[in-house]
């Protein structure tokens, strides 16, 4: 598990992320659907729910885009793009 420690939004009670919620925060920063999470991790889509809710409830933040935003700000989760811009 990591530790996160955000700039500006601490964790809740020393939160620590898990590695699937990790996991599902970093295919929505690809843009993935819960269901398409579902379909590449092999989860139930109320698995997947839960998981991005547990993540946003841990980081504090207000919605799963924020979230995402914050696991990236803590390092916790990287987007690299394997595709170039035209």
């Known amino acids: 598990m990591t530790k996160l ?13 898990s ?18 999470i579902c379909n590449l991790l092999v989860l139930a889509e109320i698995q997947v729910e839960d998981l991005l809710q547990s ?3 841990k980081l504090g933040a207000r919605n799963r885009m924020h979230a995402v935003s914050l696991a990236m700000l ?8 394997h595709s170039k811009p035209e």
């Open 74 to 81: 803590a390092g916790a989760i990287r987007h690299e793009s």
């Open 5 to 17: 420690i955000a700039s500006g939004s601490e964790p809740r009670d020393g939160a620590v992320l």
């Open 19 to 36: 590695k699937p919620e990790i996991q599902c925060l970093t295919l929505v920063a690809e843009g993935k659907r819960p269901l398409d």
């Open 55 to 57: 993540a946003q409830q």
